[in-house]
T-cell receptor, first 112, second 114 residues
Framework: TQLLEQSPQFLSIQEGENLTVYCNSS?????LQWYRQEPGEGPVLLVT?????EVKKLKRLTFQFGDARKDSSLHITAAQPGDTGLYLC????????????FGTGTKLQVIP | DADVTQTPRNRITKTGKRIMLECSQT?????MYWYRQDPGLGLQLIYY???????NKGEISDGYSVSRQAQAKFSLSLESAIPNQTALYFC?????????????FGPGTRLTVL
């Protein structure tokens, strides 16, 4: 079973601070996805990282895929209240099942 | 207009009642999924479908059934609802031509079983 563990579970920070959340596994993934879910809404895809060591930037968000493709991180610079939400990582399950496994998420609160 | 829609958005029902949640998509994707979300447990897969004739059980399918009426429509039924099925339910789609199985979610249905 390919499991994804996210840390921390909860994070409450002041506006303007930087933060990093992590997504770790003992399994190798062909790619990893990051989603953000706002209260009352479904998750929305932010980015997919594919190559080991890859770094992708989305405005103030920086995503990195580990060299061994077993982990990923999301770094937010100068967090804003609009960044508040649940951040989920996810990856394709190997074995031809066409499924995706999700981490349990990091709940971020950015206080103005 | 939303690409993936779910109805109803909220539903309160009683133990033993039959409930149907509906999902429609205009993304043209062939794959559709039903997930359940509970606090601290992330997203758990209930059922998934690759096309109208292909339905597969996920990790937590007991107590649920599905119907894929058309490529664009995928409904989830609770035959006899029980309180521990109180949760957020999400429908998602994915394109089989994509290699990474990115998921596109609907807005969710909040179900409360009393």
């Amino acid at each position: 079973t390919q499991l994804l563990e996210q840390s921390p579970q909860f994070l409450s920070i002041q506006e303007g601070e930087n933060l990093t959340v992590y997504c770790n596994s003992s399994s190798v993934f062909s790619s990893l996805q990051w989603y953000r879910q706002e209260p009352g809404e479904g998750p929305v895809l932010l980015v997919t990282v594919v190559t080991g060591g890859e770094v992708k930037k989305l405005k103030r968000l920086t995503f990195q895929f580990g060299d061994a493709r077993k982990d990923s991180s999301l770094h937010i610079t100068a967090a804003q209240p609009g960044d508040t939400g649940l951040y989920l990582c996810a990856g394709p399950v190997s074995g031809g099942y066409q499924k995706v496994t999700f981490g349990t998420g990091t709940k971020l609160q950015v206080i103005p | 207009d939303a690409d993936v829609t779910q109805t109803p958005r909220n539903r309160i029902t009683k133990t033993g009642k039959r409930i149907m949640l509906e999902c429609s998509q205009t993304k043209g994707h062939d794959r559709m999924y039903w997930y359940r979300q509970d606090p601290g447990l992330g997203l758990q897969l209930i059922y998934y479908s690759f096309d109208v004739k292909d339905i597969n059980k996920g990790e937590i399918s007991d107590g649920y059934s599905v119907s894929r009426q058309a490529q664009a429509k995928f409904s989830l039924s609770l035959e006899s609802a029980i309180p521990n099925q109180t949760a957020l339910y999400f429908c998602a789609t994915s394109d089989s031509s994509g290699t990474h199985r990115e998921q596109f979610f609907g807005p969710g249905t909040r179900l409360t079983v009393l």
